[in-house]
């Protein structure tokens, strides 16, 4: 396999925007323009390009996506089965064992949101306005094992991501004392990394504590500023090997560790996992995962220079930096109030970017496409010297995870 | 009919064969948990095997309706018309039950009185002649 290690050679992102304001833009037109863009960012042609993966339950499939572009021959199409952004890191894992193992030579990793065309994740689905059904309620056909699961969770008002993510973080709260300061630190740092990222949604509007106090509550413990933008927008990641990378005009990122991880019983995460381990109910359940990732890369939390989490809600963070090994268990709060996560004196700079919390939330895969910026010495907050890069995939779900050196 | 809690416009339980004998026992007021019949391991929500020992063979053990919160959540945003908020969503932990947890809500008490290991016990709201959804509030 000499020569064969995945490499990260391209990224590509198109506009980002609150969700609803690409309307004149289809979904999959957003994938293909974020897809050349990367392409063209790699030095590449799409007629180098023979495989396609994505995640989070894509609309927007390989192989239409292979045709509109004109791939010569598509020998890699594939999905993740991992829930929602858990599985962007695991996407990017998937074309690097294609391009290691010889299936595929070059594979983009993409993904194209466009919620004001389809739903708001945010929402659930639900429309509370819209008048109720005149029928008496009775009990409905689940006509999929994710709807027979969600059955449990739905006549309880269990819908909305923002509640969801609350219990875990509720219970790591009433455990080691954590408190709505620590989350409110944490939303701070990452919109003071987004005023300096031009692509950030959130990049023009600064937030101070007081401002996060004064934002709604919408879930208790989670306030608006708690919870992840709703975005349009698309980006992508151009995969290959690194002999192949050697010839292209960017330097290679090397794919140092990639890893999958559900904890027993986990299923849809909070939504249907009330009966997990009473040891991992409070965390992010990616401590195992995150064990298996150092072992193979051979490097400790002590090694990364910067990292970018997946920030769907604050506390899912805080839990994820104890599964990770940067402090112990408990203790994520007052890691953040250290202000470790800051941008540029922190000992662990986190989303540079701005996070999904302030730059955009296209499920992850922007952190993975920053985490790319920073080994490059192209991020907005560049953190000089920076050599591992730790990339998360959305927690206390079934989740993936990604180390990335610099070559 | 009940005391209500919730209005009709709730999202309704979606069951399959497999979970659909949880909601025809609530209709009847009866608050069941799976049980595995080879093992005796108990599972919410239902699922067609045993994750110990594998078994396919089940039957259904009602509790007592005693819980704790385990955790919780106070929403602020309505899933159905003329619904009063804020609401508490919980984790509730049931006693006698082999040591499941469920996904409820807990009524009957200020929002912000609820705290983690509150006592509660089991209120059912009748949403319709057909179902009936099992609710916590604080033990009496």
Known sequence: ?407 | MSERFFPDGMPQPLADTTSLPFWEAAAEHRLVVQRCQDCGRTRLPPSPVCSECQSDRADWQEVSGLGEVYSFTIVHRPLAADQSLPFVIAVISLEGSGGLRMISNVVGIEPEAVEIAMPGELIWEDMSETLAIPRFRPRS
């Open chain 1, 1 to 407: 396999m000499s020569g064969r290690k995945a490499c990260i050679v391209g990224v590509g992102e198109t506009e980002y925007a609150r969700w609803g304001k690409i309307g004149d833009v289809t979904e999959h037109a957003l994938a293909c323009q974020a897809i050349q863009r990367a392409v063209t960012d790699a030095g590449l042609s799409m007629q180098d390009v023979d495989g396609l993966a994505s995640f989070a339950e894509d609309r927007n499939e390989a192989t239409f996506l292979a045709a509109e572009l004109g791939l010569p021959s598509l020998r890699f199409a594939n999905m993740v089965w991992l829930p929602g952004g858990g599985g962007g890191c695991a996407a990017v894992g998937n074309a690097a064992m294609a391009v290691e193992t010889g299936q595929a030579e070059v594979v983009v990793v993409y993904r194209s949101l466009c919620q004001g065309q389809f739903f708001r994740f945010g929402t659930g689905g639900v429309d509370a306005s819209a008048p109720p059904d005149p029928a008496p309620p009775t009990v409905q056909p689940a006509n999929s094992l994710m709807l027979a699961s969600m059955g449990f969770a739905m006549p309880y008002g269990l819908l909305m991501a923002a509640a969801a993510y609350a219990l875990p973080t509720r219970r790591h709260m009433h455990l080691y004392g954590t408190r709505p300061e620590h989350l409110g630190l944490l939303a701070v740092t990452f919109r003071e990394h987004a005023s300096r990222n031009p692509r950030a949604v959130m990049g023009k509007k600064p937030m101070t504590l007081d401002d996060y106090y004064a934002s709604p509550m919408i879930a208790d413990p989670h306030r608006l500023f708690d919870c992840c933008l709703e975005s349009d927008g698309a980006c992508a990641v151009v995969v290959t090997t690194e002999e192949r990378a050697r010839d292209l005009s960017r330097r290679p990122v090397e794919i140092l560790a990639s890893e999958q991880g559900a904890p027993q019983g986990y299923a849809f995460g909070p939504f249907t996992n009330a009966n997990v381990a009473d040891e991992i109910y409070a965390t992010g359940g990616t401590e195992e995962m995150a064990n298996r990732l150092w072992g193979k890369a051979g490097l400790k939390p002590s090694d990364v220079d910067v990292a970018q989490i997946y920030d769907h809600f604050t506390g899912c963070v805080l839990m994820q930096i104890e599964d990770y090994g940067f402090c112990a268990r408990g203790e994520g709060g007052p890691f953040i109030e250290s202000g470790a996560l800051s941008w540029k004196d922190g000992t662990l700079p986190t989303n540079t970017h701005g996070g999904s919390l302030s730059e955009a939330y296209i499920h992850g895969l922007n952190h993975v496409v920053e985490g790319v910026r920073s080994l490059r010495g192209e991020s907005t907050s560049p953190v000089e010297g920076a050599e591992v890069c730790l990339v998360t995939s959305g927690a206390c779900v079934p989740s993936s995870a990604l180390v990335l050196g610099r070559k």
